[in-house]
T-cell receptor
Framework: GAGVSQTPSNKVTEKGKYVELRCDPI?????LYWYRQSLGQGPEFLIY????????DSGLPNDRFFAVRPEGSVSTLKIQRTERGDSAVYLC????????????FGPGTRLTVL | AQKVTQAQTEISVVEKEDVTLDCVYE???????LFWYKQPPSGELVFLIR????DEQNEISGRYSWNFQKSTSSFNFTITASQVVDSAVYFC?????????????WGLGTSLAVNP
């Protein structure tokens, strides 16, 4: 079946602008995760959804970052007043109810803030 | 606190050589899960294996094998008879089974170059 998909694959924006990144998980997966990865680093956890609710948002760096999953499927990561330091690859992953600890990743969105 | 250390930043081998990627982890939890992911140049993280803390059996999958040793808190990954297609960054990761926690704690990755 289809894997995790993310759009756009690349996003270039200017400092101070607002951006939205979309994630479409594997069909039937109840859990969804957002990470971001900077060059030469491992992924950094941002937020985890179980169904529609954020079960753990401890990784969101500040209140400019927000994520939603209104129908328990697609999720949108929203970044307000972008800063150059937000430039990274934003990764989305999903996992099933029975395999909660195994996360399957999408191709990522490369965000560049000029 | 949990931590994953991959001491090898870069490894370069010639095709058909065996190579071992090291992973050392730290956690005080008794129930936890360890993972290896592969990130090829295309960038997408590919799941390779999951091991829970109660299962210390080593595992072999084709040319890949994993050695889990709780006594040394290590979960090493060996590729036998390496191939050029194995060139990628390999990440070791850890998650603990506690409440709503599902976050993966990652090492910095080991970049493997397999040369023809």
């Amino acid at each position: 079946g289809a894997g995790v998909s993310q759009t756009p694959s690349n996003k270039v924006t200017e400092k101070g602008k607002y951006v939205e990144l979309r994630c479409d998980p594997i069909s039937g997966h109840t859990a969804l995760y957002w990470y971001r990865q900077s060059l030469g680093q491992g992924p950094e956890f941002l937020i985890y959804f179980q169904g529609t609710g954020a079960a753990d948002d401890s990784g969101l760096p500040n209140d400019r970052f927000f994520a939603v999953r209104p129908e328990g499927s697609v999720s949108t990561l929203k970044i307000q007043r972008t800063e150059r330091g937000d430039s990274a690859v934003y990764l989305c992953a999903s996992s099933s109810q029975t395999g909660l600890h195994t996360q399957y990743f999408g191709p990522g969105t490369r965000l560049t803030v000029l | 606190a949990q931590k994953v250390t991959q001491a090898q930043t870069e490894i370069s081998v010639v095709e058909k050589e065996d190579v071992t990627l090291d992973c050392v982890y730290e956690t005080r939890d008794t129930t936890y899960y360890l993972f290896w992911y592969k990130q090829p140049p295309s960038g997408e993280l590919v799941f390779l294996i999951r091991r829970n803390s109660f299962d210390e059996q080593n595992e072999i999958s084709g040319r890949y094998s994993w050695n889990f040793q709780k006594s040394t808190s290590s979960f090493n990954f060996t590729i036998t008879a390496s191939q050029v297609v194995d060139s990628a960054v390999y990440f070791c990761a850890l998650t603990v089974n506690a409440g709503n926690n599902r976050k993966l704690i990652w090492g910095l990755g080991t970049s493997l170059a397999v040369n023809p």
